[in-house]
């Protein structure tokens, strides 16, 4: 009996583009039986653009609150009076 091969499609790569980490995993485990390099490649593909969101995500939320005069801190301090009378 002559075994069927399946040639997955590249859409697949948009899964975990879109998704990021769990559209990798979903893509891991649909692909693995027919395409395992193809399937690993969509999960690092979905870590490492997850990785990319969060360090850019991290790397804006610091600079927008600790850097600057019109950062979100700086504005906190203009608008909010401290009063410490006891």
């Known amino acids: ?4 091969e399946r040639k997955r499609s590249w859409v697949w790569f948009l899964l975990p583009v879109f998704v990021q980490v769990v559209g990798g995993i979903i893509a891991y485990y649909a692909l693995k039986p027919d395409e395992p390099r193809m399937a690993k490649d969509c999960l690092y593909i979905g870590i490492v653009l997850s990785g990319i969101n969060w360090g850019a995500f991290v790397l804006l939320l610091s ?4 850097i600057g005069e019109h950062s979100m801190m700086s504005e906190f301090e203009r608008s909010y009076q401290w009063d410490f009378d006891i």
């Open 1 to 4: 009996m002559e075994q069927y």
């Open 63 to 66: 600079m927008g609150l600790l």
